[in-house]
C-alpha cells in the first residue's frame, strides 16, 4: 500500500532532471585547459622547446655587462656629434616650406614658386644630409658597445613595450568605440547577459588584432635596431630569432592569459545560470507563477485567433449557423 507513495516522492521533474543533466554535461575548464596543454606539449615538443626559451630570453636575458673602457668609448662618440648643423638645416627647411607654401597657386606654379621649390629640394637633401651624418655617428657610438649589451638589449625591451602598448591602446580605443557605437544595442529577445558576452568576444578580437599588429610592427623595425649596432651577420640573424622568438612568446602569454580568464568567466557566469534555473524548478512556487503565464499566454493566443476568425473570444458557431 505505501508502494504508490515511495514511488511517488523519489519520482523527479523531468525539466529538473534536464537541468541536472546540462549541470553534468558542462565540464570543468581548469582541467581541460590543463589536459589540452599537456597533450599539446607532448605532442608539439619543438614549439614547447621554442616556447620556454622565448620564455626565458623575455624574463632574464640583460645582455652582456658593459665595461668601463667601453662605456667611455661610447660617451666619447656620443660627445663629438655637432648638433648645430643639424638644426641649421631644419631651420632653412622650415623657412623654404613655408616660402613654397606661399608662392604655389591652387593649380599652377609660376617661375617664383619653381625657384621657391628648387630651394625646398635643396633644403630638404641637405637635412636629410644632416640627419643621416648624426645617425651614422651615433651608430658608431653604438658599435662600440655592441648589440648584445645591456644597452642594446634594453634598447631593444624599450622599442617592444613601446610598441606593445600602442597595440594594447588600439584595443581599448576599438572596444571603447564598439561600446558606445554597438554595445548595448538590444534586440527583442536579448538578455544582459547576451549582450556582456557579445562586448566580451569583441573586447577579445581587438586586443588580438591590436597586439598581433604590434608584434609585426615591432618585427619590422627591430632589423633596423640591430643593424645600428653594426654587428656580424651571424650575430644579427641569432639576435634577431631571439628578439622576435622572445616578443612572439609574450603576446602569445597575453592572449592565453585573456582567453582564459574570459572562458572562465564564461564557465563561471553558465554555472551561476544553471544553478538558478535549478532553483527555479525546484520551487513549487516559481513552478506554479510558471504555469500560470503559460496558461494566460495561452488565453492571449486563443483571443487573437478569435480576433482574425472575425468572432469575440469564446463564440460558438451553433448547428443553424
Not at 17 to 25: G, I
Not at 65 to 73: G, L, S
Not at 130 to 136: G, K, S, T
Not at 305 to 313: H, I, N, S, T, V
Amino acid at each position: 500500500a505505501d508502494l504508490p507513495a515511495i514511488r511517488g516522492r523519489t519520482t523527479m521533474d523531468p525539466t529538473g532532471q534536464q537541468v541536472q543533466r546540462r549541470d553534468a554535461d558542462i565540464p570543468p575548464l581548469l582541467s581541460l585547459f590543463v589536459n589540452g596543454a599537456k597533450n599539446f606539449a607532448k605532442k608539439n615538443k619543438t614549439i614547447t622547446g621554442s616556447y620556454f626559451l622565448g620564455l626565458f630570453l623575455l624574463l632574464f636575458a640583460t645582455g652582456f655587462k658593459v665595461t668601463d673602457d667601453m662605456r667611455v668609448a661610447y660617451d666619447s662618440k656620443l660627445n663629438q656629434i655637432d648638433d648645430t648643423s643639424k638644426q641649421a638645416a631644419w631651420t632653412k627647411l622650415r623657412r623654404a616650406e613655408e616660402r613654397h607654401y606661399h608662392s604655389k597657386g591652387f593649380f599652377s606654379c609660376d617661375a617664383n614658386c619653381q625657384n621657391a621649390k628648387r630651394e625646398l629640394d635643396a633644403a630638404r637633401y641637405s637635412y636629410d644630409t644632416q640627419v643621416r651624418a648624426e645617425n651614422d655617428a651615433v651608430s658608431d657610438a653604438k658599435a662600440e658597445v655592441g648589440i648584445l649589451s645591456e644597452y642594446g638589449v634594453q634598447e631593444t625591451r624599450d622599442m617592444f613595450w613601446g610598441v606593445f602598448a600602442g597595440g594594447k591602446d588600439f584595443a581599448k580605443r576599438s572596444s571603447m568605440w564598439d561600446l558606445i557605437f554597438m554595445g548595448w544595442r538590444w534586440g527583442r529577445d536579448e538578455q544582459l547577459v547576451t549582450v556582456v558576452l557579445r562586448w566580451l568576444m569583441q573586447l577579445l578580437m581587438n586586443f588580438t588584432l591590436g597586439l598581433i599588429g604590434a608584434l609585426f610592427v615591432f618585427v619590422w623595425r627591430l632589423w633596423g635596431l640591430i643593424a645600428a649596432y653594426k654587428p656580424d651577420p651571424l650575430t644579427a640573424a641569432m639576435y634577431f630569432g631571439a628578439a622576435a622568438l622572445s616578443a612572439t612568446v609574450c603576446v602569445m602569454s597575453y592572449l592565453a592569459l585573456m582567453y582564459a580568464a574570459a572562458a572562465g568567466t564564461v564557465g563561471v557566469v553558465g554555472k551561476a545560470l544553471v544553478d538558478h534555473a535549478r532553483r527555479i524548478e525546484n520551487d513549487p512556487q516559481a513552478r506554479a507563477q510558471r504555469i500560470r503565464q503559460q496558461q494566460q499566454q495561452q488565453q492571449r493566443r486563443q483571443y487573437r485567433d478569435g480576433m482574425a476568425g472575425g468572432m469575440p473570444p469564446g463564440y460558438r458557431r451553433t448547428h443553424h449557423e
